[in-house]
């Protein structure tokens, strides 16, 4: 099932499947702003990438001695959830762990994701539940895509990425293999007026990894330099720039923690930015996007 939810100047749709985002519509400036999640690019919108963002060392972690097989993103994203509430300006959801979702991570859990509309403002909200006995580790993150070009007649790399204040930003890249972030080597963004165009080759080796809660806002802007779209995320320690081969669309990703660098075989609890819950804990975080 699909909600909507509307104002006069944006429309929002969200799915059960995955509680997923479907559908930004900017009414004033009559344009989709979202990603149509065209399978011959990239079949989705703006999955929810839990309990793992990206992917394991060797698709797997180790809990408690114990191996445990977890694909790319995690399994909430391709999950029915349950619309637990819907207002006018809101609905949120719930996904439960099952006996299917103990198999490959052990924690009984309970994930809610509220989409709140204020105006021009979409807050997507993030709360984690753990009703394990014992504590429970996890990353959470968002990766909503964004059509670029959104006008007619213009290209891709007439669009720049915006960020807040920074001169240069540091990041990583994917091993091509594994999946997983090459961790002995950065690269980095140069930026003009705190903006740099989007390269045709800017994602020839997948995503940019940027850590180290670099950026708290990233936007795309049109050709003349405005803005469109815009994400805000302070206290998010990683996030994710990339976009498929060709594709027009750019996805901006928020991620409280990452995928696994490349060769790490120790325990999950011990990952960088990994999110511990003791039992009965509830986690809280939101991100905000902004249509301009």
Known sequence: ????????????????????????????NDRQVLWNADPAYWKRHAPVLFPNVGRYYEDHCLINGRSYTSGQHGFARDMEFICTDKTDTSVTHLLESTEETLKHWPYIFQLYITHTLNERDLTVSWKVVNKSQETMYFTIGAHPAFNVPVLPDTVQSQYRLT?????????????????????DKTYTLHLENNSCPIDEHMFDHDALVFDNGQITKAGIALPDGTPYVEISCDGFPNFGIWAAAGAPFVCLEPWMGRCD????????????????????????????????
């Open 261 to 292: 660098n490349t060769g790490y075989d120790k325990e999950l609890s011990q990952k960088p930015n990994i999110n511990e819950l003791k039992p009965d804990e509830i986690f809280d975080q939101s991100y905000m996007i902004s249509v301009k």
């Open 163 to 183: 960020f807040n204040g920074e001169k240069e930003l540091s990041y990583c890249l994917l091993n091509p293999e594994y999946g997983t972030v090459i961790p």
């Open 1 to 28: 099932m699909i909600h909507t939810l509307e104002n006069d100047q944006l429309r929002i749709k969200i799915a059960d499947h995955g509680a997923e985002l479907s559908e930004i519509y900017d009414k004033t």
